[in-house]
């Protein structure tokens, strides 16, 4: 070995090494040696091959010692997930047939719909809702508030809709349910009293079938009792008939919705709670109706201690009354967590340019208010505004010729402007013709301007009535 070594080395230094007696010349004159009488050449050889050979040793060393790290980082990765897995810890994984169902009241198309959507649609996707249950839900032949949230939901594919009130020949208000599984089937009816009652809108039911990631069905219905205390009392009891008349009345069932429930007043819901008592308003119309087809439980009230209310979402009058609920059949579905959401200081936070520039467009538009503006407000120049007396009948005189003085101080600055940049020598006299324009400005838009800020609490606001959240396990 250590001679084909030294043939292939040339050593530096050869020729002036006393041991030259080792060289010899072939026949053209080139020199060779025989490293075998070279002591040193032999030396030199048998280090580089030590080197060599410790170089590979320190190399699979090395490899060996990195993969008993890597070995043991992955066994403590695994351990460490072991132990933190929801089994370990003593709870249950998450399952696939659990549910996340929200009741929302659209609150119609009152004051910015075009931003409210996309306030409501952040606020499902934030907190991770499957199936929303919507009540005042305006239809149009040509548009829909269903298809203006899919769009901003395009994972909740499946819809129903079943209008209660005719608003116009060709828009009506109801009850919808949005479902990112498929619904299978729906089912519908009329609940409203027959009795005479001071609320004149109709009032409906729709139950929706929903299959769960498992396979599992769960029928959700969606309701909005009548305002009136009497009348909630038929509204219930015709509900409680047409879910015991439905197929598979003992499917898991969800009821979610604007129960129109006054403070210290459960008696219209006493029937579906089983929970009747003796002094009960509604007790004679609970006799006609039968029993439910569920024992239902109040989601919030199954899990926390705190009051829950969810109306009014507005500075005024407050928080007074809790409407809002979902009541679960409690011998197969387990409520797992509740939320409120909707808060109007956080949409108050995100949302404060988007409803300025709405205002400003509606008031650009020349139309008047398509919604009431209430008690505190009157309609101006398209918008609703606080603090004026009457509405502004079209044409709106402070609007009236909004767009056109807005499109020429626009030009005229801009002039100002160029003149400014390209006639520096003018430079006194364009600052100067820029302030008049604008101290013009401020008389001609002054009044407009004042109804675009003038904004009405109300509109900062994703509803007048928080939106309730529940989780439910299937049991």
């Known amino acids: 070995c250590c001679v084909d070594c030294a043939h292939t080395y040339r050593w530096p230094g050869i020729e002036s090494a006393p041991f030259l007696q080792a060289e010899s010349k072939d026949s053209r004159g080139n020199r060779s040696f025989d490293p075998a009488l070279d002591p040193r050449a032999a030396l030199r050889c048998l280090e580089t091959e030590d080197f060599g050979a410790a170089h590979t040793n320190n190399t699979m060393k090395l490899q060996l010692r990195f993969a008993l790290l890597f070995i043991f980082l992955t066994a403590l990765c695994l351990l460490a997930l072991k132990f933190s897995t929801p089994e370990s810890a003593g709870q249950a994984a998450i399952p696939t047939h659990d549910l996340a169902i929200a009741s929302v009241n659209l609150w119609n198309i009152m004051f910015l719909w075009e931003v409210r959507r996309k306030g409501i649609a952040r606020t499902m996707r934030a907190a991770g809702v499957d199936v929303i249950v919507m009540q005042e839900v305006r239809v149009g032949s040509t548009w829909s508030q269903i298809e203006d949230l899919q769009q901003l939901l395009p994972e909740h594919r499946w819809a129903v809709f079943v209008p209660a009130t005719q608003i116009s020949e060709h828009e009506a208000e109801g009850l919808a ?3 990112r599984f498929p619904i299978t089937a729906n ?17 409906h039911v729709i139950a929706a079938d929903v299959q769960l990631r498992s396979g599992a069905t769960v029928r959700i219905a969606a309701v909005h009792l009548s305002y009136d205390k009497n009348a909630q009392c038929e509204n219930v009891a015709r509900l409680t008939k047409f879910l015991s008349s439905l197929p598979h009345a003992t499917m898991p069932t969800l009821l979610a919705g604007d129960w129109n429930a006054y403070p210290g007043d459960d008696d219209a819901l006493a029937l579906l709670s089983g929970l009747v008592s003796t002094p009960n308003r509604c007790k004679a119309l609970f006799a006609d109706a039968g029993p439910p087809p569920h024992h239902f ?3 919030w009230s199954a899990l926390e201690s705190q009051a829950g209310l969810t109306f009014s979402n507005m500075p005024t009058p407050g928080p007074v009354s809790r409407p809002d609920r979902i009541l679960a059949s409690a011998n197969d579905l387990r409520v797992v967590h509740n939320s409120l959401r909707g808060s109007g200081k956080d949409y108050a936070g995100r949302y404060f340019v988007h409803v300025l ?24 120049c398209g918008v609703c505004v606080l603090g004026v007396e009457k509405n502004c009948a079209l044409p709106c005189p402070t609007c009236a010729h909004l767009p056109v003085t807005i499109l020429i101080l626009s030009l005229t600055i801009l002039f100002a402007f160029v003149a400014c940049i390209r006639q520096w020598v003018r430079l006194g006299l364009s ?15 002054r009044e407009a301007a004042w109804v675009l800020w003038t904004a009405m609490p109300e509109e900062f606001n994703t509803s007048d009535h928080l939106f309730l959240v529940t989780r439910v396990v299937l049991v």
């Open 177 to 179: 349910i949005l479902s």
């Open 187 to 203: 089912h519908t009816t009329d609940i409203t009293a027959a009795a005479p009652s001071p609320d004149t809108n109709r009032r």
């Open 297 to 299: 439980i109040d989601a």
């Open 357 to 380: 520039h709405a205002r400003l467009a509606r008031m650009l538009a020349g139309e008047d208010c398509p919604f009431d503006c209430g008690p505190r407000g009157k309609c101006v």
């Open 431 to 445: 600052v100067l013709l820029f302030i008049v324009i604008l101290a013009m400005g401020f008389v001609l838009l």
